[in-house]
């Protein structure tokens, strides 16, 4: 089992940034890769980005490539998504995910609870 707990969610006018945090626990973290997903009010959810255990490898949706940044830190079990210029359509509830295998599809084994960003215009 691997519980995750997302944070940093909030209210920011467009153009400003964020920083949202996964903590994770339960399971070997270092070996697990870490996706961000993402779902707006009366829509599917989607994917926003994706790192490797290792970190060495990520993957964006093309919406917020160039904006956005996820890393990692395996020492605190912990991952990030930096996103910065954000705009209204941002405007969802995040979503952290943990599983075996890194991938762009909703297909990962543990999700934490969501935490809300909503971006002004």
């Known amino acids: ?25 339960g399971r070997t973290f270092s070996r697990t890769a870490m996706g961000w997903f993402r779902q707006a009010p ?5 994917f ?7 970190g060495g490898n990520t993957y964006y949706a093309d919406s917020v490539k160039g904006r956005f940044t996820i890393s990692r ?10 996103m910065n210029s954000l705009k209204a359509e941002d405007t969802a509830v995040y979503y ?3 599983g075996t295998i890194v991938t762009v599809d909703p297909q990962y084994d543990y ?3 969501g935490t809300q960003v909503t971006v002004s215009s």
């Open 1 to 25: 089992q691997v519980q995750l707990v997302e944070s940093g969610g909030g209210l920011v006018q467009a153009g400003g940034s964020l920083r949202l945090s996964c903590a994770a626990s």
């Open 42 to 46: 009366g829509k599917r959810r989607e």
């Open 48 to 54: 926003v980005a994706a790192i490797s255990w290792s």
């Open 73 to 82: 830190d395996n020492a605190k079990n912990t991952v990030y998504l930096q």
């Open 96 to 98: 952290c995910a943990a």
């Open 111 to 113: 999700w934490g609870q």
